[in-house]
Protein backbone atom coordinates (compact mmCIF):
# COMPACT_ATOMS: atom_id res chain seq x y z
CA UNK A 1 0.00 0.00 0.00
CA UNK A 2 1.43 3.08 -1.21
CA UNK A 3 0.62 6.37 1.01
CA UNK A 4 -1.91 7.58 -1.38
CA UNK A 5 -3.86 4.38 -0.64
CA UNK A 6 -3.63 4.61 2.69
CA UNK A 7 -4.57 8.24 3.10
CA UNK A 8 -7.81 7.80 0.99
CA UNK A 9 -8.24 4.70 3.15
CA UNK A 10 -7.74 6.47 6.48
CA UNK A 11 -8.05 9.97 5.62
CA UNK A 12 -11.92 9.96 6.80
CA UNK A 13 -11.27 8.45 9.54
CA UNK A 14 -8.46 10.93 10.89
CA UNK A 15 -10.92 13.24 9.73
CA UNK A 16 -13.49 12.65 12.04
CA UNK A 17 -10.61 12.59 14.70
CA UNK A 18 -9.88 16.18 13.72
CA UNK A 19 -13.59 17.16 14.13
CA UNK A 20 -13.56 15.46 17.52
CA UNK A 21 -10.48 17.94 17.97
CA UNK A 22 -12.06 20.92 17.29
CA UNK A 23 -15.35 20.24 19.19
CA UNK A 24 -12.80 19.27 22.29
CA UNK A 25 -11.33 22.93 21.42
CA UNK A 26 -14.35 24.71 20.85
CA UNK A 27 -16.33 23.15 24.24
CA UNK A 28 -12.87 24.03 26.18
CA UNK A 29 -13.06 27.60 24.67
CA UNK A 30 -16.15 28.26 25.45
CA UNK A 31 -16.20 26.82 29.00
CA UNK A 32 -13.18 28.88 29.31
CA UNK A 33 -15.11 32.29 28.20
CA UNK A 34 -18.35 31.18 30.50
CA UNK A 35 -15.86 31.30 33.79
CA UNK A 36 -13.29 33.27 32.65
CA UNK A 37 -15.57 36.52 32.16
CA UNK A 38 -16.99 36.53 35.83
CA UNK A 39 -13.83 35.23 37.45
CA UNK A 40 -12.53 38.35 35.96
CA UNK A 41 -15.17 40.65 36.88
CA UNK A 42 -14.63 38.97 40.51
CA UNK A 43 -11.56 39.89 40.48
CA UNK A 44 -12.03 43.46 39.45
CA UNK A 45 -14.98 44.33 41.77
CA UNK A 46 -15.48 41.64 44.12
CA UNK A 47 -14.75 41.78 47.97
CA UNK A 48 -11.38 40.43 49.38
CA UNK A 49 -12.46 37.00 50.02
CA UNK A 50 -14.44 36.35 46.34
CA UNK A 51 -10.58 38.29 45.31
CA UNK A 52 -8.50 35.50 47.21
CA UNK A 53 -10.88 32.37 46.33
CA UNK A 54 -10.28 33.51 42.34
CA UNK A 55 -6.90 34.41 42.94
CA UNK A 56 -6.14 30.32 44.16
CA UNK A 57 -8.29 28.93 41.56
CA UNK A 58 -6.23 30.70 39.14
CA UNK A 59 -2.32 29.69 41.02
CA UNK A 60 -4.45 25.91 41.11
CA UNK A 61 -5.07 25.79 37.30
CA UNK A 62 -2.40 27.83 35.83
CA UNK A 63 0.04 26.03 38.31
CA UNK A 64 -0.19 22.41 37.19
CA UNK A 65 0.85 20.97 33.93
CA UNK A 66 -2.05 20.04 31.92
CA UNK A 67 -1.41 16.12 32.38
CA UNK A 68 -1.22 16.31 35.86
CA UNK A 69 -4.90 18.27 35.92
CA UNK A 70 -6.07 15.42 33.29
CA UNK A 71 -4.95 12.46 35.36
CA UNK A 72 -6.14 14.03 39.00
CA UNK A 73 -9.09 14.69 37.30
CA UNK A 74 -10.32 11.36 35.21
CA UNK A 75 -8.55 9.52 37.52
CA UNK A 76 -9.02 11.07 41.22
CA UNK A 77 -10.91 13.62 41.99
CA UNK A 78 -14.03 12.48 39.57
CA UNK A 79 -14.16 9.08 40.30
CA UNK A 80 -13.76 9.82 44.34
CA UNK A 81 -16.98 11.99 43.62
CA UNK A 82 -18.60 8.93 42.10
CA UNK A 83 -18.73 11.01 38.82
CA UNK A 84 -18.78 8.80 35.27
CA UNK A 85 -18.11 10.68 33.18
CA UNK A 86 -16.62 10.15 29.63
CA UNK A 87 -13.26 11.20 28.61
CA UNK A 88 -14.33 13.87 26.49
CA UNK A 89 -16.09 15.78 29.03
CA UNK A 90 -13.32 15.29 31.17
CA UNK A 91 -10.83 16.54 28.86
CA UNK A 92 -13.51 19.86 27.73
CA UNK A 93 -13.94 20.75 30.97
CA UNK A 94 -9.93 20.35 32.30
CA UNK A 95 -9.03 22.52 29.38
CA UNK A 96 -11.98 24.76 29.79
CA UNK A 97 -11.60 25.25 33.52
CA UNK A 98 -7.47 25.88 32.90
CA UNK A 99 -8.86 28.19 30.37
CA UNK A 100 -11.05 29.75 32.07
CA UNK A 101 -7.78 30.61 34.60
CA UNK A 102 -5.48 31.83 31.61
CA UNK A 103 -9.14 33.54 30.21
CA UNK A 104 -9.82 35.69 32.93
CA UNK A 105 -6.59 37.21 33.59
CA UNK A 106 -6.52 38.35 29.94
CA UNK A 107 -10.09 40.19 30.73
CA UNK A 108 -8.89 41.35 34.03
CA UNK A 109 -6.22 43.02 32.32
CA UNK A 110 -8.57 44.10 29.66
CA UNK A 111 -11.40 45.71 32.25
CA UNK A 112 -8.51 47.11 34.33
CA UNK A 113 -7.37 49.27 31.34
CA UNK A 114 -10.57 50.92 30.78
CA UNK A 115 -9.81 54.37 32.19
CA UNK A 116 -11.62 55.12 35.26
CA UNK A 117 -13.86 57.97 33.53
CA UNK A 118 -15.95 55.81 31.43
CA UNK A 119 -17.31 54.11 34.60
CA UNK A 120 -17.54 57.32 36.33
CA UNK A 121 -19.38 58.85 33.30
CA UNK A 122 -21.84 55.62 32.95
CA UNK A 123 -22.54 56.29 37.00
CA UNK A 124 -22.97 60.00 36.52
CA UNK A 125 -26.40 59.06 34.30
CA UNK A 126 -27.95 57.53 36.66
CA UNK A 127 -26.61 53.85 35.46
CA UNK A 128 -25.82 51.33 38.26
CA UNK A 129 -22.65 49.60 38.81
CA UNK A 130 -23.94 46.63 37.26
CA UNK A 131 -25.55 49.04 33.87
CA UNK A 132 -22.26 50.05 33.30
CA UNK A 133 -20.52 47.29 33.30
CA UNK A 134 -22.82 45.32 31.05
CA UNK A 135 -22.97 48.46 28.64
CA UNK A 136 -19.83 50.17 28.95
CA UNK A 137 -17.31 48.33 30.54
CA UNK A 138 -17.56 44.75 29.25
CA UNK A 139 -18.26 46.20 25.37
CA UNK A 140 -14.96 47.88 25.31
CA UNK A 141 -12.77 45.53 27.61
CA UNK A 142 -14.04 42.64 25.34
CA UNK A 143 -12.48 44.16 22.32
CA UNK A 144 -9.27 45.08 23.84
CA UNK A 145 -9.36 41.68 25.36
CA UNK A 146 -9.69 39.89 21.91
CA UNK A 147 -5.70 40.29 20.32
CA UNK A 148 -5.49 38.63 23.87
CA UNK A 149 -7.82 36.37 23.74
CA UNK A 150 -7.25 34.70 19.92
CA UNK A 151 -3.73 32.93 21.90
CA UNK A 152 -5.94 30.82 23.45
CA UNK A 153 -7.24 29.29 20.62
CA UNK A 154 -3.68 27.87 19.41
CA UNK A 155 -2.65 27.37 22.73
CA UNK A 156 -5.44 25.12 23.25
CA UNK A 157 -5.82 23.55 20.15
CA UNK A 158 -2.44 22.12 20.74
CA UNK A 159 -2.96 21.05 24.19
CA UNK A 160 -5.82 19.11 23.23
CA UNK A 161 -3.44 16.47 21.96
CA UNK A 162 -2.98 15.48 25.55
CA UNK A 163 -6.32 14.31 26.20
CA UNK A 164 -5.08 11.34 24.38
CA UNK A 165 -3.74 10.49 27.43
CA UNK A 166 -7.12 10.35 29.21
CA UNK A 167 -8.24 8.41 26.02
CA UNK A 168 -9.76 11.14 24.30
CA UNK A 169 -10.45 9.51 20.89
CA UNK A 170 -9.26 12.70 19.11
CA UNK A 171 -7.24 12.71 16.47
CA UNK A 172 -3.51 12.09 17.67
CA UNK A 173 -5.26 9.16 19.18
CA UNK A 174 -6.91 8.30 15.96
CA UNK A 175 -3.58 8.54 14.00
CA UNK A 176 -1.97 6.95 16.39
CA UNK A 177 -4.05 3.74 15.53
CA UNK A 178 -3.71 4.15 11.83
CA UNK A 179 0.08 4.12 12.34
CA UNK A 180 -0.26 1.15 14.56
CA UNK A 181 -2.42 -0.21 11.87
CA UNK A 182 -0.55 0.62 9.08
CA UNK A 183 2.87 0.96 9.89
CA UNK A 184 3.37 4.15 8.02
CA UNK A 185 4.22 6.56 10.75
CA UNK A 186 5.77 9.65 9.27
CA UNK A 187 3.24 10.03 6.34
CA UNK A 188 0.32 9.31 8.79
CA UNK A 189 1.53 11.79 11.43
CA UNK A 190 2.42 14.44 8.56
CA UNK A 191 -1.09 14.31 7.83
CA UNK A 192 -2.18 14.59 10.86
CA UNK A 193 0.30 17.39 11.47
CA UNK A 194 -1.45 19.06 8.42
CA UNK A 195 -5.02 18.88 9.60
CA UNK A 196 -3.31 20.68 13.30
CA UNK A 197 -2.16 23.49 11.37
CA UNK A 198 -5.03 23.78 9.12
CA UNK A 199 -7.24 23.92 11.91
CA UNK A 200 -4.84 26.75 13.32
CA UNK A 201 -5.47 28.65 10.54
CA UNK A 202 -8.57 28.39 9.88
CA UNK A 203 -9.46 29.18 14.19
CA UNK A 204 -7.01 32.33 13.53
CA UNK A 205 -8.93 33.40 10.36
CA UNK A 206 -11.95 33.69 11.97
CA UNK A 207 -10.83 35.55 14.87
CA UNK A 208 -9.40 38.11 13.03
CA UNK A 209 -12.52 38.14 10.56
CA UNK A 210 -14.13 38.89 14.12
CA UNK A 211 -11.69 41.47 14.98
CA UNK A 212 -12.05 43.48 11.87
CA UNK A 213 -15.82 43.49 12.31
CA UNK A 214 -16.26 44.67 15.77
CA UNK A 215 -13.42 47.45 15.29
CA UNK A 216 -14.25 50.43 16.29
CA UNK A 217 -12.31 53.77 14.86
CA UNK A 218 -9.75 54.95 17.08
CA UNK A 219 -10.49 52.55 19.62
CA UNK A 220 -8.83 49.89 20.35
CA UNK A 221 -5.28 47.80 19.27
CA UNK A 222 -5.21 47.76 15.51
CA UNK A 223 -6.16 44.42 14.12
CA UNK A 224 -3.06 42.86 11.34
CA UNK B 1 -41.24 71.60 53.39
CA UNK B 2 -41.28 72.76 49.96
CA UNK B 3 -38.08 74.72 49.63
CA UNK B 4 -37.38 77.87 47.14
CA UNK B 5 -34.20 75.94 46.37
CA UNK B 6 -33.74 73.36 43.96
CA UNK B 7 -30.51 72.57 45.57
CA UNK B 8 -29.18 72.83 48.88
CA UNK B 9 -25.62 71.95 49.96
CA UNK B 10 -25.21 72.14 53.79
CA UNK B 11 -21.95 72.02 55.65
CA UNK B 12 -20.02 69.62 53.44
CA UNK B 13 -16.34 68.04 54.97
CA UNK B 14 -14.47 65.61 52.93
CA UNK B 15 -10.49 64.82 53.67
CA UNK B 16 -8.56 62.55 51.64
CA UNK B 17 -6.30 61.12 54.38
CA UNK B 18 -5.03 64.16 56.16
CA UNK B 19 -5.79 66.68 53.74
CA UNK B 20 -9.22 68.20 54.02
CA UNK B 21 -10.37 69.35 51.13
CA UNK B 22 -13.80 70.13 52.21
CA UNK B 23 -14.08 72.90 55.22
CA UNK B 24 -17.67 73.20 55.61
CA UNK B 25 -19.19 73.97 52.50
CA UNK B 26 -22.75 75.90 52.39
CA UNK B 27 -24.81 77.14 49.77
CA UNK B 28 -27.98 77.04 47.81
CA UNK B 29 -29.00 76.94 44.38
CA UNK B 30 -32.32 78.25 42.85
CA UNK B 31 -33.90 77.02 39.42
CA UNK B 32 -32.36 78.55 36.47
CA UNK B 33 -28.95 79.94 38.69
CA UNK B 34 -25.96 79.79 37.30
CA UNK B 35 -23.07 79.29 40.15
CA UNK B 36 -19.38 79.39 38.85
CA UNK B 37 -16.73 78.44 41.00
CA UNK B 38 -13.42 80.12 40.73
CA UNK B 39 -10.30 79.44 42.45
CA UNK B 40 -6.64 78.16 42.76
CA UNK B 41 -6.30 74.37 41.81
CA UNK B 42 -6.27 71.75 44.64
CA UNK B 43 -8.68 74.07 46.88
CA UNK B 44 -11.85 71.38 46.48
CA UNK B 45 -13.86 72.71 43.41
CA UNK B 46 -14.14 69.53 41.74
CA UNK B 47 -14.40 67.56 44.75
CA UNK B 48 -17.38 69.80 45.94
CA UNK B 49 -19.16 68.64 42.31
CA UNK B 50 -18.12 65.09 42.69
CA UNK B 51 -19.64 65.23 46.68
CA UNK B 52 -22.96 66.40 45.03
CA UNK B 53 -23.96 63.66 42.86
CA UNK B 54 -21.97 61.17 45.63
CA UNK B 55 -19.59 60.25 42.56
CA UNK B 56 -17.47 61.18 45.92
CA UNK B 57 -18.62 60.38 48.92
CA UNK B 58 -18.50 63.55 51.88
CA UNK B 59 -17.12 62.35 55.29
CA UNK B 60 -20.20 64.61 56.30
CA UNK B 61 -22.88 67.71 55.78
CA UNK B 62 -25.90 67.00 53.99
CA UNK B 63 -26.92 67.51 49.79
CA UNK B 64 -30.61 68.16 49.20
CA UNK B 65 -31.96 67.82 45.04
CA UNK B 66 -35.53 69.40 45.76
CA UNK B 67 -37.00 68.09 49.55
CA UNK B 68 -34.99 65.07 49.27
CA UNK B 69 -31.89 64.34 50.98
CA UNK B 70 -28.90 62.67 48.39
CA UNK B 71 -26.21 62.12 51.19
CA UNK B 72 -27.10 58.60 52.46
CA UNK B 73 -29.70 57.85 50.23
CA UNK B 74 -27.95 54.35 49.58
CA UNK B 75 -29.19 52.51 46.63
CA UNK B 76 -31.23 54.94 45.26
CA UNK B 77 -28.34 57.37 44.68
CA UNK B 78 -28.48 56.43 40.83
CA UNK B 79 -32.10 58.00 40.74
CA UNK B 80 -30.32 61.04 41.86
CA UNK B 81 -27.92 60.90 39.46
CA UNK B 82 -30.14 60.25 36.49
CA UNK B 83 -31.77 64.25 37.87
CA UNK B 84 -27.86 65.97 37.66
CA UNK B 85 -26.20 65.93 34.75
CA UNK B 86 -22.61 65.66 34.27
CA UNK B 87 -19.99 67.05 32.37
CA UNK B 88 -16.18 66.04 32.64
CA UNK B 89 -12.71 67.78 31.84
CA UNK B 90 -11.64 64.78 29.73
CA UNK B 91 -15.18 64.25 28.21
CA UNK B 92 -15.52 60.62 29.31
CA UNK B 93 -17.39 59.83 26.05
CA UNK B 94 -17.85 56.79 26.39
CA UNK B 95 -15.19 55.51 23.17
CA UNK B 96 -17.22 52.34 22.03
CA UNK B 97 -20.38 53.89 21.32
CA UNK B 98 -20.77 56.96 18.17
CA UNK B 99 -21.89 60.79 19.32
CA UNK B 100 -25.64 59.41 18.74
CA UNK B 101 -25.34 56.64 20.53
CA UNK B 102 -23.74 57.52 23.31
CA UNK B 103 -26.49 60.49 23.83
CA UNK B 104 -28.93 57.99 23.54
CA UNK B 105 -27.85 55.02 25.43
CA UNK B 106 -28.50 56.65 29.32
CA UNK B 107 -32.15 57.61 27.91
CA UNK B 108 -32.36 53.71 27.22
CA UNK B 109 -31.21 51.93 29.49
CA UNK B 110 -31.62 54.00 32.53
CA UNK B 111 -35.07 55.63 31.61
CA UNK B 112 -36.16 52.24 29.21
CA UNK B 113 -36.87 54.59 26.50
CA UNK B 114 -37.95 53.22 23.44
CA UNK B 115 -34.75 53.03 21.17
CA UNK B 116 -36.53 54.93 18.43
CA UNK B 117 -37.69 57.26 20.62
CA UNK B 118 -34.56 57.44 22.20
CA UNK B 119 -32.56 58.36 19.07
CA UNK B 120 -34.98 61.16 18.04
CA UNK B 121 -34.29 62.63 21.53
CA UNK B 122 -30.32 62.12 21.43
CA UNK B 123 -30.92 63.93 17.64
CA UNK B 124 -32.60 66.72 18.98
CA UNK B 125 -29.85 67.28 21.73
CA UNK B 126 -27.36 66.90 19.01
CA UNK B 127 -28.33 69.84 17.57
CA UNK B 128 -28.86 71.73 20.12
CA UNK B 129 -25.39 71.63 20.86
CA UNK B 130 -24.74 71.85 17.29
CA UNK B 131 -23.16 68.57 16.50
CA UNK B 132 -26.28 66.42 14.55
CA UNK B 133 -24.13 66.05 11.43
CA UNK B 134 -21.33 64.40 13.62
CA UNK B 135 -24.09 61.85 14.82
CA UNK B 136 -22.22 58.55 13.56
CA UNK B 137 -18.93 59.55 14.38
CA UNK B 138 -16.66 57.98 17.19
CA UNK B 139 -14.98 59.98 20.20
CA UNK B 140 -12.17 59.21 18.55
CA UNK B 141 -12.93 61.19 15.08
CA UNK B 142 -14.23 64.20 17.04
CA UNK B 143 -12.03 67.67 18.00
CA UNK B 144 -12.12 68.01 21.58
CA UNK B 145 -14.53 71.03 21.70
CA UNK B 146 -16.60 68.64 19.80
CA UNK B 147 -16.37 65.72 21.93
CA UNK B 148 -17.09 67.89 24.92
CA UNK B 149 -20.40 69.14 23.07
CA UNK B 150 -21.75 65.41 22.55
CA UNK B 151 -20.94 65.12 26.21
CA UNK B 152 -22.97 68.04 27.30
CA UNK B 153 -25.81 66.78 25.00
CA UNK B 154 -24.94 63.61 26.81
CA UNK B 155 -26.17 65.01 29.69
CA UNK B 156 -29.09 67.39 28.55
CA UNK B 157 -30.85 63.75 27.00
CA UNK B 158 -31.32 62.70 30.44
CA UNK B 159 -33.50 66.17 31.03
CA UNK B 160 -31.57 66.74 34.36
CA UNK B 161 -32.73 69.57 36.89
CA UNK B 162 -28.87 70.60 37.49
CA UNK B 163 -25.89 70.16 35.31
CA UNK B 164 -22.77 69.94 37.14
CA UNK B 165 -19.83 71.16 34.67
CA UNK B 166 -16.10 69.77 36.04
CA UNK B 167 -13.83 72.44 34.29
CA UNK B 168 -15.45 71.76 30.77
CA UNK B 169 -13.05 74.03 29.03
CA UNK B 170 -9.77 73.12 30.69
CA UNK B 171 -8.27 70.41 28.64
CA UNK B 172 -9.34 72.56 25.34
CA UNK B 173 -7.41 75.30 23.24
CA UNK B 174 -8.68 78.96 23.17
CA UNK B 175 -10.85 78.52 19.97
CA UNK B 176 -12.45 74.93 21.16
CA UNK B 177 -13.21 76.52 24.40
CA UNK B 178 -14.90 78.67 22.55
CA UNK B 179 -17.37 76.73 21.09
CA UNK B 180 -17.95 74.73 24.10
CA UNK B 181 -18.59 78.34 26.21
CA UNK B 182 -21.46 79.58 23.47
CA UNK B 183 -23.40 76.03 23.95
CA UNK B 184 -23.29 76.37 27.92
CA UNK B 185 -23.93 80.38 27.52
CA UNK B 186 -27.11 79.24 25.57
CA UNK B 187 -28.01 76.46 27.77
CA UNK B 188 -27.51 79.36 30.67
CA UNK B 189 -29.92 81.93 29.26
CA UNK B 190 -32.11 79.29 28.03
CA UNK B 191 -32.56 78.98 32.11
CA UNK B 192 -30.68 75.52 32.78
CA UNK B 193 -29.43 75.41 35.90
CA UNK B 194 -25.85 74.81 36.15
CA UNK B 195 -22.64 74.72 38.62
CA UNK B 196 -19.60 75.35 36.68
CA UNK B 197 -16.09 75.10 38.04
CA UNK B 198 -13.88 76.96 35.31
CA UNK B 199 -10.92 79.48 35.28
CA UNK B 200 -13.07 81.46 32.42
CA UNK B 201 -13.95 84.70 33.59
CA UNK B 202 -15.45 86.23 30.61
CA UNK B 203 -18.21 83.36 31.17
CA UNK B 204 -18.65 84.03 34.41
CA UNK B 205 -18.92 87.37 33.72
CA UNK B 206 -21.68 87.48 31.14
CA UNK B 207 -23.35 84.49 32.04
CA UNK B 208 -22.64 83.63 36.37
CA UNK B 209 -26.13 84.40 38.34
CA UNK B 210 -23.13 84.25 41.01
CA UNK B 211 -19.65 83.76 41.20
CA UNK B 212 -18.38 81.59 44.18
CA UNK B 213 -14.37 82.00 45.03
CA UNK B 214 -13.06 78.78 47.00
CA UNK B 215 -9.84 78.40 48.65
CA UNK B 216 -8.57 76.44 50.91
CA UNK B 217 -11.72 74.09 50.52
CA UNK B 218 -13.74 76.93 51.90
CA UNK B 219 -16.14 79.42 50.64
CA UNK B 220 -14.16 82.75 50.97
CA UNK B 221 -16.80 84.90 49.09
CA UNK B 222 -19.71 84.80 47.08
CA UNK B 223 -21.50 87.39 44.80
CA UNK B 224 -22.41 88.75 41.52
CA UNK B 225 -19.84 88.79 39.09
CA UNK B 226 -20.01 92.53 38.80
CA UNK B 227 -18.91 92.28 42.47
CA UNK B 228 -16.69 89.74 43.12
CA UNK B 229 -14.82 89.86 39.75
CA UNK B 230 -14.64 93.49 39.41
CA UNK B 231 -14.49 94.45 43.58
CA UNK B 232 -13.69 91.69 45.51
CA UNK B 233 -13.61 92.32 48.90
CA UNK B 234 -11.50 89.91 50.34
CA UNK B 235 -7.92 89.98 50.18
CA UNK B 236 -7.17 86.15 49.00
CA UNK B 237 -9.96 86.87 46.34
CA UNK B 238 -8.16 89.92 44.83
CA UNK B 239 -4.72 88.35 44.70
CA UNK B 240 -6.54 85.55 42.73
CA UNK B 241 -8.35 87.51 40.48
CA UNK B 242 -5.54 89.19 40.24
CA UNK B 243 -3.45 86.39 38.93
CA UNK B 244 -5.84 85.16 36.31
CA UNK B 245 -6.16 88.29 35.02
CA UNK B 246 -2.61 89.25 34.45
CA UNK B 247 -2.36 85.74 32.03
Known amino acids: MNIFQILIE ?14 LVAS ?35 GLPILVL ?31 AYQSQIFRGAIQSIPQGQMTAALSLGMTPWMAIKSIILPQSLRLSLPGWSNEYPEILTDSAVCYAIGVVELLTRTSQVVS ?38 FGIKAV | MASEYILRVENLHKKFGEREVL ?11 TKVFIGPSGTGKSTLL ?10 SGQVW ?49 KPAEAGKKAMEEL ?10 HYPAELSGGQAQRVSIARALAMDPEVILFDEPTSALDPELTREVLEVMKELARGGMTMLVVTHEMGFARSVATEVIFMEGGEIVEQGPPGEILANPKHMRTREFIGKISDQ
Open chain 1, 28 to 62: ALAIGFIFGLPLALGQVYGSAPIRAIIAAYVWFFR
Open chain 2, 50 to 59: RCINQLTVPD
Open chain 2, 127 to 136: CRVGMQDWAD
Open chain 1, 181 to 218: QTYMTMPVYMAAAVMFILLNYAGMWLIQRVEQKIAIPG
Open chain 2, 65 to 113: LDDDEITGCGQKISTFRQRIGMVFQNFNLFDHLTALQNVEIAPIKVLKM
Open chain 2, 23 to 33: HGISFNVRKGD
Open chain 1, 70 to 100: LFLFYFGIFPVIGIDLPAFFVGALVLGMRGA
Open chain 1, 10 to 23: WGPYLLGGAAITLG
